[in-house]
């Protein structure tokens, strides 16, 4: 079973960025899907979730708006499509199947100038 997720950076404020999930070893497609991050010194949080078959979205406030989950059962993957980002979304990201426990190995997303 595994979890991968891609995409970090650096990015400027204000920028944008995508990161991808990539899930094997188990039927992607009839969980519900998250994406969680962790900034320095924090508990980690919920960033946004998306359910199984009907992609019904849910998000944080703080990323509402800004951001936007998708996935494709077809190719076991989840994206997190990442707008106007500020320097308080800094932190690693990481993919997660909360029915099955399933942690990615988190990705790092640094906002800067």
């Known amino acids: 079973v595994q979890l991968q997720e891609s995409g970090p950076g650096l990015v400027q404020p204000g920028g944008s960025l995508r990161l991808s999930c990539a899930a094997s070893?188990?039927?992607?497609?009839?969980?519900?899907m998250t994406w969680y991050r962790q900034a320095p010194g924090k508990e980690r949080e919920l960033v946004a979730g998306?359910?199984?078959?009907?992609?019904?979205?849910n998000y944080a406030d703080s990323v509402k708006g800004r951001f936007i989950i998708s996935r494709d059962n077809a190719l076991n993957t989840m994206d997190l499509q990442m707008n106007s980002l500020k320097p308080e979304d800094t932190a690693v990201y990481y993919c997660?199947?909360?029915?099955?426990?399933?942690w990615g190995q988190g990705t790092q997303v640094t906002v800067s100038s």
């Open positions: 997660h199947c909360p029915g099955r426990g399933y």
């Open positions: 070893g188990f039927t992607f497609s009839m969980y519900y």
């Open positions: 998306i359910s199984p078959v009907r992609g019904i979205t």
